[in-house]
């Protein structure tokens, strides 16, 4: 059986500024390096075992599937650019507090998270579900067993979960937060609404 994990990458300065990352490249924070070091080591003393790691090609990211990697000895991360985050168009560094001012009424409201639906150069989130299943069908056409880990971000992360389970994005907006390394289990065994491995305090958005 294939089980795929899924993780959001740690915090960087843009998360502790409230600014929306999007593309923009920054590393980690030292509280980043502690997030990812502390999911990596709850997944070790879980005993999973992961066979192949995957990131985004974002910094971010790729510098925690790199701590979450020699933390488990876990295979290397590769780079897969389907993991990158949404693109935010306009919005990319703006800051999270003006989401509102600037994108209502196109927007929908979450406990924590304010998301803009469609502003001018931004991938919308349909067309993230596309790539979503791009990057399921990939993955599952090439591994039909063992445990994959996909380090990715916010946005783009709730939507392969929406995909693999099939659930509507407009739903899966508002369901849970996917917070800096948290991780999610998406498997034939593991029920939607059961996916959460782990989840670590939150110290931003």
């Not at 090439?142 to 979960?161: A, F, P, Q, R």
């Not at 498997?187 to 110290?203: C, G, I, M, R, T």
Request: hydrophobic share 40%; with cysteine.
């Amino acid at each position: 059986m294939l089980k795929i994990y899924l993780a959001r990458h740690g915090q960087n300065k843009d998360n502790v500024d409230g600014l929306l990352n999007g593309h923009r490249d920054l590393p980690l924070t030292e509280r980043g390096i502690e997030q990812a070091t502390e999911i990596a080591n709850k997944i070790k003393r879980a005993g999973i075992l992961l066979d192949y790691v995957f990131s985004s090609p974002l910094i971010r990211a790729f510098e925690t599937a790199r701590i979450i990697s020699d933390t488990t000895r876990s295979p290397e991360p590769k780079k897969e650019h389907l993991l990158i985050e949404r693109d935010f168009g306009i919005m990319t560094g703006k800051n999270v507090a003006d989401i509102e001012k600037l994108c209502a009424p196109n927007i929908i409201k979450a406990e924590i998270i304010t998301y803009f639906i469609d502003v001018e150069g931004a991938e919308t989130f349909p067309s993230l579900m596309k790539r979503a299943r791009v990057l399921l069908n990939k993955i599952e056409t090439e591994y039909k067993e063992g445990s994959v880990l996909l380090v990715t971000h916010g946005d783009i992360g709730k939507m392969i979960y929406a995909e693999y389970y099939k659930l509507d994005w407009k739903q899966v907006l508002t369901q849970f937060h996917f917070g800096n390394c948290d991780l999610l289990l998406l498997s034939n065994e593991s029920k939607a609404d059961e996916s959460h491995v782990f989840k670590l305090s939150q110290y931003n958005h």
